[in-house]
Nanobody
Framework: QVQLVESGGGLVQPGGSLRLSCAAS????????MRWYRQSPGKQREMVAH???????NYADSVKGRFTISRDNAKNTVYLQMNNLKPEDTAVYYC?????????WGQGTQVTVSS
């Protein structure tokens, strides 16, 4: 059974930082590409960051220079370091594992940026 479990969300002030984690089980983690998505009320889910099995990365324009995706294959975990957070970053953040046509989703973690 595949499980992706996100953690690390919460309430933070503008300009603050959070680090999200996503622990995977039930898959051969190291061969999967991993992504972080987010969705805020009334908006479509958007991809935030992507990391390949060889740790190449890319980012949505809205988070470039502020967010960093990384992975630790020994821990079957992907991370999203979020710095200089803005109110518009408020959303539910989901991790996803991708391999060919297969995609698995986590349950999401809420990030709220507010003073």
């Amino acid at each position: 059974q595949v499980q992706l479990v996100e953690s690390g969300g919460g309430l933070v002030q503008p300009g603050g930082s959070l680090r999200l984690s996503c622990a995977a089980s039930g898959i051969s983690f190291s061969i999967y590409a991993m992504r972080w998505y987010r969705q805020s009320p009334g908006k479509q889910r958007e991809m935030v960051a992507h990391i390949t099995s060889t740790s190449s990365t890319n980012y949505a324009d809205s988070v470039k220079g502020r967010f960093t995706i990384s992975r630790d294959n020994a821990k079957n975990t992907v991370y999203l370091q979020m710095n200089n957070l803005k109110p518009e970053d408020t959303a539910v953040y989901y991790c996803a594992a991708l391999l060919r046509l297969n995609i698995y989703w986590g349950q999401g973690t809420q990030v709220t940026v507010s003073s």
